[in-house]
């Protein structure tokens, strides 16, 4: 896909190879870091691609909403706020929430990395109901460390222990 560097003000190539970099991690404090970085535009181009443009006079993206049909664009990517909205279906959230809403690439490589993947809920429903009382801490750990990403983004995990 074609991005305009805003360095040389040319135009390149740019893949982003978020799974591998936000699956890179070690601890729960290096996933909460990892989180804390996560970028709403890096996550928009990872989906949409080509859908979604640089406005020439903002530094927000924009583009025709991956979640309604519609003719004129209305769904914006902000990097200042790292938040995206629609004001036509009034779809809005950060980083994390809009992976998990167009594909559960990196939501899901996160939770598999972590170990977690069957105790994570899906986004619809918001309740993580574990098979288990007996987890351990660092899964505990790794669990907060998302509802706590998910809660800053305006999202509500809800889980129960």
């Not at 135009?11 to 991690?25: A, M, Q, T």
């Not at 928009?44 to 004129?72: A, M, W």
């Not at 167009?102 to 309740?127: T, V």
């Amino acid at each position: 896909m074609k991005q305009l560097d805003l360095f040389t003000g040319k135009e390149s190539d740019y893949k982003p190879d978020l799974i591998h970099h936000y699956s890179n991690f070690e601890t729960p404090q290096d996933l909460e870091f990892l989180l804390v970085r996560l970028n709403v535009v890096e996550v928009g181009l990872l989906y949409l691609g080509d859908k979604i443009k640089k406005r020439p006079i903002s530094v927000n993206y924009q583009g025709l909403c991956p979640f309604h049909k519609e003719k004129t664009p209305s769904f914006f990517c902000k990097p200042h706020q790292n938040r995206y909205v629609c004001y036509g279906c009034g779809e809005k959230g950060g980083p994390l929430s809009l992976d998990y809403k167009l594909g559960d690439r990196i939501y899901s490589s996160i939770a598999q990395k972590a170990g977690i993947d069957n105790l994570l809920p899906s986004l619809s429903g918001l309740h993580l109901l574990p098979a288990s009382q007996d987890l351990s801490e660092t899964k505990n750990e790794y669990i907060t460390v998302i509802a706590e990403a998910l809660e800053k983004e305006g999202e509500k995990l809800n889980y129960f222990f």
